[in-house]
């Protein structure tokens, strides 16, 4: 990777506002792929757009739902290129686990990118960046897209 690995995306990735309420299941905007995310996007929104780009596709999941999937993604230990990562701050009682995690894509050591309200834009990040604040401290684990889910 570049040592700016926003660089390598096209502008409709790197270009990104950050817009909560437009997240995996969200009404997609009208005549527009649902991982469409040229209005802005929730980090999980980005993230699929981003693994997309890279001939990935990943259901519609919402962080929880991520975290437990086994059908589309299996756990990867240590993380690899393209591997979505989720970090949060602790387990929330009477949640699943995963619930209300952060959702970015592991490009190689220590270098994370993401969407978050904070930075507003796509941002690339260590994991001490994450780790230094408080609601991403805990990294939850990585997931990744089985072959099965790869696009072809």
Do not use: I
């Not at 969200?26 to 991982?35: F, I, T």
């Not at 979505?84 to 490009?107: C, K, M, N, R, T």
Request: charged residues 20%.
């Amino acid at each position: 990777m570049p040592s700016d690995p926003l660089s390598r995306l096209p502008a409709a990735l790197r270009d990104v506002p950050y817009a909560g309420a437009r997240h995996p299941g969200a009404s997609p905007l009208p005549g527009r792929h649902p991982y469409d995310v040229t209005e802005g996007a929730n980090c999980q929104l980005y993230a699929y757009a981003v693994l997309r780009h890279f001939g990935r596709e990943v259901p519609p999941l919402r962080s929880a739902e991520l975290w437990a999937d086994t059908a589309a993604t299996v756990r990867a230990e240590p993380p690899g290129p393209l591997d979505l990562v989720l970090f949060d701050a602790g387990e929330v009682p009477g949640q699943p686990a995963g619930y209300g995690a952060h959702v970015g894509v592991h490009l190689a050591p220590d270098q994370v990118l993401h969407l978050c309200r904070e930075a507003g834009q796509p941002a690339v990040w260590s994991y001490a960046d994450f780790a230094g604040r408080a609601r991403y401290a805990r990294f939850l684990g990585a997931k990744r897209v089985r072959d099965a889910a790869v696009s072809r």
